[in-house]
């Protein structure tokens, strides 16, 4: 039997339908959320073969190619949700669970929490909680009880609200990146390696701006302060099974800088386009033609000075995963607008490499963050680069800029703007909402709406996440008009891209996601209107904000 057993977050297990932006749905509250409507759209749980998943989370496929460097595939396993137990019995030394946002404390957990008011659970803890609660019953009992580690992006939760690991029997949670260490992690988590000159019991933790503190703590375990905290590029293995969404890295760091994003600090690696393509083989074995290829920021892959895109290596990257035997399409997960905006060129090019048109529109994350100037300046400088505000035009007329390009070449960028930022003052809050309503009220030449998302997170200070009052939060009318102008663009997007944007391959799921996503879409604005309007919001202001009088109203710049 295994001796260490890996599982994920079911939250993170699931394909949600293929459809853009349903991944957010495990965010919503329990309470907000019908039950039977959540999982429907959650989509079945993946494939599986022994008890093991066919398709799993990139991070836990990274870890598993990370140990599998020292030990077998029997004594490594990927367990399926389903068949957990039959993995666990008295040679089990170390189950290790991966989790992005354990405790529902992310921003856009928290942007639901906040607006709805309520302190109900969202659907990532309750399943966080019923996996730790299903571990726990299936590793009692056993002669020698293996012990239980949590890692993965959403550790930081864990540092807020430590207690939680007493309260769950969670016996560490590792935070950090662990290819190059996973084999002498796991050998002393498991409790055979008497020394330990390698980990710290304890935790990184920051302050708003970002400075590093360590904070001692038997739970945790972390690399040695002052030593190397990250993997080189060559110390990553390539995954050696199928992801879920055929995800494979393309780089991490990023380096640009802004004041709210861990992952600035994180040294930048570019993976060579062939490892990329090693990583791509293992998917389309399986059957995946689809690539996501996983970065913070793509366009700064190899990047040049003041963040200029290095065209060629973007040219190259992209042109090697296309000319993977077996791959159809493939859309970037994060990106920079300024870089549209300034480059359409680039755009160009790459949407060609891609074959980006009607049927195949390039699904991208971007981080616009807000339509202030003010704090586009104070909180991300570089996002801009090369580009600068001011000089090169208002923040607002970037991102019209670029989304105008992007839209031009069938790119649909999903845009995240924040509510609560440090600094933050109500007329910042309005211009936000005058951007959303400026892109969501525009046309391409050829008479086409702009296409675009736009999903509000909500920041909220430590000092809340720890005393969890955060449902005490209250939202001030240009918070409210921000989440009013975002969901009512939403739904305006659903009307009418509901039905085509679901990948199912069942027709009849595709039809009922559609119908959800569309009259969800549809309910969820209506509730969204109704609480802003509670909370004394005019909303026709908000619905007109920004935009000048005539009949159609058109961005700036082109
Ligand atoms: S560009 Fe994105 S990933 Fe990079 S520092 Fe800014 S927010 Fe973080």
């Given at each position: 039997m295994a001796r260490f057993v890996l599982i994920s977050d079911t939250s993170l297990s699931h394909d949600y339908r293929n459809t853009p932006l349903l991944d957010f749905l495990a965010s919503a509250p329990t309470s907000s959320l019908p039950g039977s409507i959540y999982h429907f759209l959650k989509g079945p749980a993946p494939p599986e073969t022994g008890g093991r998943p066919l398709f799993a989370p990139y991070s836990l496929r990274k870890l598993e190619a990370a140990l599998l460097r020292a030990y077998s595939h029997y004594e490594v396993a990927v367990a399926h949700e389903d068949h957990l137990e039959e993995f666990v019995d008295d040679d089990t030394e170390l189950i290790g669970v991966t989790t992005m946002d354990p405790l529902g404390l992310g921003p856009l957990t928290m942007s639901y929490s906040v607006l709805f008011g309520t302190s109900a659970p969202a659907y990532v803890r309750k399943e966080f909680e019923e996996l730790l609660a299903r571990i726990n019953r299936a590793r009692a009992g056993k002669q020698r009880k293996p012990r239980l580690v949590v890692g993965g992006p959403g550790v930081w939760e864990l540092t807020v609200r430590p207690e939680v690991l007493e309260a769950f029997s969670v016996d560490y949670a590792f935070q950090g990146e662990a290819d190059d260490i996973a084999v002498d992690l796991f050998e002393y988590l498991s409790g055979d390696s008497s020394e330990n000159t390698q980990f710290y019991r304890g935790f990184q933790t920051f302050d708003r701006s970002f400075h590093k503190q360590w904070v001692e703590n038997e739970k945790f375990v972390s690399r040695y302060p002052f030593s190397r905290q990250f993997p080189k590029l060559e110390d990553i293995p390539e995954i050696a099974n199928p992801s879920i969404k055929g995800m494979v890295e393309a780089m991490r760091g990023c380096g640009v800088g802004c004041d709210f994003c861990e992952v600035t600090l994180r040294p930048l690696r570019y993976c060579p386009v062939e490892k990329v393509q090693k990583e791509i083989a293992v998917n389309v074995a399986a059957g995946v033609d689809r690539v996501w290829l996983h970065s913070d920021e793509i366009f700064a892959y190899e990047h040049g000075a003041d963040y200029a895109p290095n065209e060629d290596a973007l040219v190259e990257l992209m042109r090697g995963v296309m000319a993977t035997h077996g791959v159809d399409r493939t859309n970037p997960t994060h990106g920079r607008i300024s870089i549209p905006a300034a480059y359409p060129d680039l755009i160009a090019r790459l949407?060609?490499?891609?074959?980006?048109?009607?049927?195949?529109?390039?699904?991208?994350?971007?981080?616009?963050?807000?339509?202030?100037?003010?704090?586009?300046?104070?909180?991300?400088?570089?996002?801009?680069?090369?580009?600068?505000?001011?000089?090169?035009?208002?923040?607002?007329?970037?991102?019209?800029?670029?989304?105008?390009?992007?839209?031009?070449?069938?790119?649909?960028?999903?845009?995240?703007?924040?509510?609560?930022?440090?600094?933050?003052?109500?007329?910042?809050?309005?211009?936000?909402?005058?951007?959303?309503?400026?892109?969501?009220?525009?046309?391409?030449?050829?008479?086409?709406?702009?296409?675009?998302?736009?999903?509000?997170?909500?920041?909220?200070?430590?000092?809340?996440?720890?005393?969890?009052?955060?449902?005490?939060?209250?939202?001030?009318?240009?918070?409210?008009?921000?989440?009013?102008?975002?969901?009512?663009?939403?739904?305006?997007?659903?009307?009418?891209?509901?039905?085509?944007?679901?990948?199912?391959?069942?027709?009849?799921?595709?039809?009922?996601?559609?119908?959800?996503?569309?009259?969800?879409?549809?309910?969820?604005?209506?509730?969204?209107?109704?609480?802003?309007?509670?909370?004394?919001?005019?909303?026709?202001?908000?619905?007109?904000?920004?935009?000048?009088?005539?009949a159609t109203p058109r961005p700036v710049g082109s």
């Open positions: 949407s060609e490499i891609m074959r980006a048109g009607p049927d195949n529109w390039i699904g991208v994350q971007m981080g616009v963050e807000t339509g202030s100037d003010r704090l586009a300046k104070m909180h991300m400088p570089n996002k801009t680069l090369p580009l600068k505000v001011g000089q090169d035009g208002t923040w607002q007329e970037i991102v019209l800029r670029g989304t105008r390009v992007m839209n031009t070449h069938y790119w649909r960028p999903a845009f995240t703007v924040q509510v609560g930022q440090s600094g933050e003052t109500e007329e910042d809050n309005w211009e936000t909402v005058a951007l959303i309503n400026k892109l969501s009220n525009s046309t391409l030449d050829d008479g086409r709406p702009f296409e675009f998302t736009v999903t509000p997170m909500q920041n909220v200070p430590l000092g809340h996440l720890k005393s969890r009052e955060f449902s005490s939060l209250r939202l001030d009318q240009s918070q409210l008009a921000v989440y009013y102008a975002s969901y009512r663009h939403l739904a305006k997007m659903a009307a009418r891209n509901a039905f085509s944007s679901s990948g199912d391959p069942n027709p009849l799921a595709r039809l009922a996601t559609g119908l959800m996503v569309g009259l969800g879409s549809w309910g969820l604005f209506q509730i969204v209107s109704n609480i802003c309007k509670k909370g004394g919001l005019d909303v026709a202001k908000a619905e007109r904000h920004g935009l000048v009088a005539s």
